[in-house]
Nanobody
Framework: QVQLVESGGGLVEPGGSLRLSCVTS????????MSWYRQAPGKERELVAS????????KYEDSVKGRFSISRDNAKNTLYLQMNSLKVEDTAVYYC?????????WGQGTQVTVSS
C-alpha cells in the first residue's frame, strides 16, 4: 500500500524558512521521479518542484526558483523541500507525489502559511 506522508509545514513570517519532508512507503522510491505540488485557497493544484529518480535533474516553477530546493534520500524513502525567503504568496497546502502524479496517492499535505 503506497503512502505519502508530508510534514514540516507551519506558520512563518515573510522571509522565513521551512523544510518539508515526505516520507514514502509501499514502493521503492528510486523507481520514480518525484515532485512537490501546492494548492492555495481557491486555486488549482500546481507543480512546484521536480527531481529525477537519483536527483541528477531538478526543476522549479518560476516563482520559486532560487528560493526553494528539492532533494531526496532514497535510502530513507524521503523527499524534501527546503523553502527559503518565503513570501505570502507561498501560502498553500503542499503535497508530494510522483511525476506525473498518481491520483490515488495524494496524501493529506502539510499547510504552509506565510504571514506577518
Amino acid at each position: 500500500q503506497v503512502q505519502l506522508v508530508e510534514s514540516g509545514g507551519g506558520l512563518v513570517e515573510p522571509g522565513g524558512s521551512l523544510r518539508l519532508s515526505c516520507v514514502t512507503s509501499g514502493f521503492t522510491l528510486s523507481t520514480y521521479a518525484m515532485s512537490w505540488y501546492r494548492q492555495a485557497p481557491g486555486k488549482e493544484r500546481e507543480l512546484v518542484a521536480s527531481i529525477t529518480n537519483y536527483g541528477s535533474i531538478r526543476k522549479y516553477e518560476d516563482s520559486v526558483k532560487g528560493r526553494f530546493s528539492i532533494s531526496r534520500d532514497n535510502a530513507k524513502n524521503t523527499l524534501y523541500l527546503q523553502m527559503n525567503s518565503l513570501k505570502v504568496e507561498d501560502t498553500a497546502v503542499y503535497y508530494c507525489n510522483m511525476n506525473p502524479p498518481r491520483g490515488d496517492y495524494w496524501g493529506q499535505g502539510t499547510q504552509v502559511t506565510v504571514s506577518s
